[in-house]
């Protein structure tokens, strides 16, 4: 089963549901390690480089500032629409989270403000020892999942942070390429899924809703007929990789 931020929250609080077995995405991940920099829609509070097995810092660079350097970036462009999104290191999230590589992560985070890192750590230990996997968002996913955005907004209004609305479809996404059964509590989002793909939806428990997209591949769940509109608003997805990435 797969969680999103909020449920994932609720647990890390020691609300309502057990995430044995549970599995999330990197974009979930971002969100609730806080990486995502409020004032900036293309930079992250701080960036996590890592190889499995091995953290890509050294001791005197600060995370909080350090962009260039081994960079996988995903950039959402939404034309005149919305801002331009960047999606930072998904590879780099789910690896370090599924090494279960805590004494990397508190490198990473140690020239952050004292607070953030008293935060931080905590979490990111609850992250490996309550969540089998983190998935990386994948730039095919990242696909359908700006295809669901343009569904979406169609015939809903977004958040007032874009970002976070962005981030529920690329949540949703992965669980619709993955075949998962999706865990959330927001009824409009499982509403939006099962109207898209034909997806059973379920009451888990009180205030909690379950999707389930492993009954049928991804391809007979699509709308054809609404598939990819969102390329004649000229949005588009980049992959940016390399040392010293472009400044946007």
């Known amino acids: 089963m797969m969680v999103d931020t909020q449920v994932l929250s609720y647990a890390y609080k020691g609300q ?102 008293k935060k931080l750590r905590p979490r990111f230990v609850f992250l490996c020892e309550h969540v089998e996997e983190c998935v990386p968002l994948a730039s095919q996913t990242a696909e359908l999942g700006i295809d669901l955005l343009w569904n979406f907004v169609q015939r809903h209004n977004v958040k007032s942070n874009f970002r976070n609305s962005v981030n529920d479809m690329m949540i949703l996404a992965t669980a619709i390429a993955g075949g998962e059964h999706l865990l959330t509590r927001d ?45 004649n608003r000229g949005w588009r997805i980049a992959i940016q990789t390399g040392r010293r990435p472009p400044q946007i």
């Open 16 to 117: 309502q549901v057990s995430l044995a077995g549970a599995r999330i995405s990197s974009v979930a991940a971002h969100e609730f390690l806080e990486l995502y920099e409020p004032s900036s829609p293309t930079s992250f509070r701080y960036y996590i480089k890592y190889r499995s097995g091995r953290h890509l810092g050294l001791p005197s660079e600060a995370p909080a500032q350090w962009k260039s350097g081994g960079l996988e970036r995903l950039v959402f462009d939404f034309g005149s629409d919305y801002p331009t999104l960047v999606e930072f290191n998904s590879r780099a999230t789910a690896a370090i989270i599924n090494d279960r590589n805590s004494p990397a992560f508190n490198h990473l985070v140690s020239s952050l403000d004292k607070s953030l890192q």
């Open 187 to 231: 009824d409009l989002l499982a509403r939006f899924a099962a109207a898209q793909h034909g997806a059973p939806v379920r009451e888990f428990s009180p205030g909690l809703i379950e999707i389930d997209f492993a009954r049928e591949p991804v391809a007979v769940k699509r709308r054809p007929k609404e598939s990819k509109g969102y390329i």
